[in-house]
């Protein structure tokens, strides 16, 4: 998930309003590159406490509807790949 503007290179689905207000995101826009995808042992070095939720590093679900949409992009698209973060 980004919150810049998507460069020219990326292929990306903006995240609702409202499923980013659910999720309690900061700023005025996300969008998910559907482009790439990180790959990581869980829990990850990096997984940190939600600012205000702590212990959770959980931001919460995306609406099954909006998670079938991004889904079925990264399927339709085929180019994706994964970004190592460990």
């Known amino acids: 998930?980004?919150?810049?503007?998507?460069?020219?290179?990326?292929?990306a689905i903006e995240?609702?309003?409202?499923v980013r207000r659910?999720?309690?995101l900061s700023g005025d826009r996300s969008w998910i590159?559907?482009?790439e995808w990180n790959r990581f042992a869980w829990p990850g070095y990096d997984?940190?406490?939600v600012p205000g939720r702590e212990?959770?590093?959980?931001?919460?679900?995306l609406p099954?509807?909006?998670f079938r949409r991004v889904r079925d992009?990264?399927?339709?698209?085929?180019i994706g790949r994964p970004v190592d973060r460990d």
Do not use: E, H, N
């Open 33 to 35: 590159v559907i482009t």
């Open 47 to 49: 997984i940190r406490p």
């Open 15 to 18: 995240v609702p309003d409202d």
């Open 55 to 61: 212990p959770s590093v959980s931001y919460g679900y």
């Open 22 to 24: 659910d999720l309690g």
């Open 64 to 66: 099954a509807s909006f």
């Open 1 to 11: 998930m980004i919150t810049k503007p998507p460069a020219r290179d990326q292929l």
């Open 73 to 78: 992009a990264i399927v339709a698209v085929g």
